[in-house]
């Protein structure tokens, strides 16, 4: 650059310098176009991981065979003891008085506990504050039927929710003449000493469905609805049936002996028992007046797990507003013991 030039560009710059409006525009300048660059170099990143998640998220959902559905850790072989508890907590109940009943429950052993009719939000943040004080963890969703596990003994390695249906309108009666959303819970766990990774479900059926065993006729809507909660819950059964062994606590609504003696399929001891699941009273050998009392809540188990040999089934059982019920740990085919203990 000749000297002439030189002159020229340093006198121009001395002129920039000396003007306050063009420093001003000469800084605007550099800091939108570092923006630019900036962004530049940031959306592709951001973009990128965006569509890694998404990919990783739609290969999760095919693998469960559902768009969104969570896909929990195959479960192994390691020896299984749990103890497993469901209640009705009732609206009605004061909070204290459920926060009362839980303790209860707790303290007379119970591991994991499925829990209905647990709502509204408010209440389910002080029950779950003054469970997690004594040591228990909630399941994470917005729900009346959660479930509580105690974090000491079990890690959660999965779970979700899965909305059956919306609100509905039914025929008068219980729960008036709407109900719902109603949706099944599960987690899958493992305890912390051996290894040993089960699933928890939870839900509750419609009530006033049942007539002696049988569905009611008198309540189609009802029962329709009911049924669609016990295939979905099927479905679920089957879908989670390499994640190791399963239980489904519930309020069924449904008289429990006589639904075992007149087989139904429409109703659980069929609907169910096609993918693989039993009551726990049948589970432990347990008939006669040890069975599960008229519109019980109750649990039922895998039968795959004990054809697997995995010697289980330790269970509690909630009795609906009455007690509670527990079957001593055994392996199949040894006989079973059952005994009262404190009501709630």
């Known amino acids: 650059m000749d000297p002439a030039t ?3 560009a340093f006198q121009l710059a001395m002129t920039l310098g000396r003007s306050r409006a063009l420093r001003r525009l000469v800084i605007a300048v550099t800091l939108a176009w570092t923006l630019v660059m900036v962004g530049v170099m940031l959306i592709p990143l951001q973009v990128g991981s965006r569509l890694a998640a998404r990919a990783q998220y739609m290969a999760a959902a095919g693998c469960a065979g559902e768009p969104g559905f969570a896909v ?3 479960g192994n072989q390691a020896p299984l003891a749990v103890n497993m508890a469901t209640w009705n907590t009732r609206r009605a109940n004061s909070t ?13 052993g119970a591991d994991v506990i499925g829990v209905q009719e647990l709502a509204p939000e ?27 596990y105690r974090r000491a003994k079990y890690t959660v390695l999965a779970q979700d929710s899965k909305k059956v249906f919306d609100v509905r309108r039914i025929e008068p009666g219980v729960a008036g003449t709407s109900i719902g959303p109603k949706s099944i819970q599960w987690l899958q766990l493992r305890d912390r000493s051996t290894g040993a ?13 049942d007539n002696r065993g049988r569905p009611d006729r008198t ?25 190791g062994p399963l239980f489904l606590t519930a309020d069924w609504n449904i008289d429990a002996r006589r639904d075992g003696s007149i087989r139904d399929n429409r109703w659980p001891f069929v609907a169910l028992g096609g993918h ?14 040890a069975s599960i009392s008229s519109r019980a809540s109750a649990i039922r188990a895998g039968s795959r ?40």
């Open 305 to 344: 797990s004990v054809i697997n040999g995995i010697r289980i089934i330790r269970a509690i059982v909630m009795r609906c507003h009455v007690g509670l019920r527990r079957s001593a740990a055994r392996a199949p085919g040894s006989p079973a013991r059952a005994r009262r203990t404190s009501g709630v």
């Open 219 to 243: 309540n189609p809507k009802r029962v329709r609805l009911a049924t669609m909660q016990l295939d979905a819950a099927g479905a679920l059964v089957d879908r989670l049936a390499k994640a």
């Open 197 to 209: 990774a089960f699933v928890a479900a939870n839900h509750h059926l419609v009530p006033t469905i």
């Open 6 to 8: 030189l002159k020229v």
């Open 72 to 74: 929990p850790i195959l």
């Open 276 to 289: 693989g699941l039993r009551s726990n009273c049948a589970a432990n050998g347990i008939s006669g007046s």
């Open 122 to 148: 408010s209440r389910r943040r002080q029950v779950r504050r003054a469970m997690a004080d004594l040591g228990w963890g909630m399941s994470r969703h917005d729900n009346a039927v959660p479930i509580f």
């Open 96 to 108: 204290r008085r459920i926060i009362s009943g839980l303790q209860t429950i707790a303290t007379a």
